[in-house]
């Protein structure tokens, strides 16, 4: 019996030896990786970390710093959004400055553990901004999840905000998140993070994040995967989905109906004639193709499938009407512009997106008083 625990503990002791060794070869050649991608980063005007206290929050700049300032707030989890979107935006940087503001543990930004809260999302918005030599007033320009910080922080100041530009954002009802699971940030949650700043982020990106939908270069993909990775080993982003629910709430209970001038731009809802959506069924197919996705490929041909385009398209009605238009009204002054495609409009239809995002400069003009005339 001694002979077999002898040999048995020896096992384990040799498995626990290689799992370490292992651990360590990944490190080192993630640590090596990260470095090379950091530079790549630093070299294109990506790399800006601002502190705001405890950690650094990213603030990377590109364009005219004599025009409009545009501040792009990510969907959700989405580090790579600096990236992904200046197909978009390089249209909006010729003449206006553009700010990619990162959230806590996103991408090349410092990673907290307190809670992401809406209140603290803004504050750190505001504070690293500031702190970048960045003053407003600003352009809100928020994708997906992003709009209800932009509610909030122009609902709470809006002397700050001269417009904002909701990239299909999420249109915020009483109801909107009713019914979501209360959860907290988990033990494992942070075991996965802590794994990830080893380097095993990098056995399961994929699982995480897609290649990106679009004309990008091999370097542009590479710095998209760079900033996911990195957001992977953070927990802010975890504590963020959390409390998305509690955050949607406040978010809420803060709106205001005023007069600052808004575009919304729908896409995911956007779609009102089937050619628009056998389009973007095709896109889209090709995107399951390219990211080898588990699902089924989308219908392209109307004929002998007429049911299934006529009720998408009756959906997505009803959801304009029940959500986005009672949305728009709510905010004020806001101006719907539907874009069908993607819900990241910004990779599927650059150009036409960066047309609708600028919609909100004359209106923002219109509004503004002119000095000169003493108004």
Known sequence: MKKFFKTFFGIIASLCACLVLFTLIVYAVNRSQTNKEIELLKENGYYNPVSVGGYSINVAKFGNEN?????????????????????????????????????????????????????????????????????????LMPHSIGGIYADYWSALYPDEIEGIAFIDGTPLSENAFYGEPDEEVTFWDKAEAFACSLGY??????????????????????????????????????????????????????????????????????FEEVEDLIEYNDWFNGRILKNKLKMSVRK????????????????????????????????????????????????????????????????VEENTPDEKNGG
């Open 67 to 139: 025009g409009h300032t545009f501040v792009a707030m990510a969907g959700l989890g989405m580090g790579e959004f600096p990236v992904s979107a200046r197909k978009m935006t390089e249209g909006i940087e010729e003449e206006n400055l553009v700010v990619f503001v990162d959230r806590a543990g996103y991408g090349l930004s410092g990673d907290t553990q307190s809670n992401m809260t809406i209140e603290y999302i803004v504050e750190d918005y505001r504070r690293a901004l500031v702190n970048a030599g960045i003053e407003p007033p600003y352009i």
């Open 201 to 270: 982020g990098r056995f399961f990106l994929r699982r995480e994040s897609e290649y990106l939908g679009g004309k990008y270069t091999k370097d542009e993909q590479l710095m998209a995967d760079a900033l996911n990775l990195m957001t992977m080993d953070s927990v802010a982003p975890v504590s963020e989905s959390v409390l998305e629910a509690e955050n949607a709430a406040k978010a809420i209970k803060s709106m205001v109906t005023d007069d600052i001038p808004k575009v919304y731009i729908c896409s995911a809802y956007g």
């Open 300 to 363: 392209t041909v109307y004929e002998g499938n007429e049911e299934y385009f006529d009720k998408l398209l009756a959906e997505f009605e009803k959801r304009r009407n029940d959500l986005v238009y009672p949305y728009a009204e709510k905010t004020g002054g806001c101006e719907v512009i539907l874009l069908p495609g993607d819900h990241r409009i910004y990779q599927h239809k650059p150009v036409r997106c960066m047309r609708a995002v600028m919609k909100i400069i004359p209106l």
